[in-house]
């Protein structure tokens, strides 16, 4: 049974940084993609992040570009979601999510992975 634990939310002030990590258990192949989302009450889970397994590759929204650093660690099966210069509007439940497709060469951005975690809050004050 594939299981994520992630940890590392928190509370920080705007400018701030948090690290978010997610541990993976229970792949025996493991998942091509593995992708951060975030969520606010009352709003879609909004997709953060993204990285294609097997080469490394990420890909940002827009509106964590050039804050938020997506990695990954396959020996520790571990993937984790750097985040400078927060700003309140990064308040949300995040994530941590795994897929076995690829959709056009690429991870696929929507809310539709196979396998979720719990979510961890990280909550930014002015």
């Known amino acids: 049974q594939v299981q994520f634990m992630e940890s590392g939310g928190g509370s920080v002030q705007a400018g701030g940084s948090l690290t978010l990590s997610c541990s993976v258990s229970?792949?025996?192949?493991?998942?091509?993609?593995m992708g951060w989302f975030r969520q606010v009450p009352e709003k879609e889970r909004e997709w953060v992040a993204n990285?294609?397994?097997?080469?490394?590759?990420?890909r940002y929204g827009d509106s964590v570009k050039g804050r938020f650093t997506i990695s990954q660690d396959n020996d520790k099966k571990m993937v984790y979601l750097r985040m400078d210069s927060l700003k309140p509007e990064d308040t949300a439940m995040y994530y941590c999510?795994?897929?076995?497709?690829?959709?056009?060469?690429?991870?696929?951005?929507?809310?539709?992975?196979?396998?979720w975690g719990q979510g961890t809050q990280v909550t930014v004050s002015p």
């Open positions: 990285i294609y397994t097997l080469t490394g590759n990420p």
């Open positions: 999510a795994a897929d076995l497709r690829l959709i056009g060469g690429n991870c696929p951005r929507t809310p539709d992975y196979a396998v």
């Open positions: 229970g792949y025996n192949a493991g998942p091509k993609c």
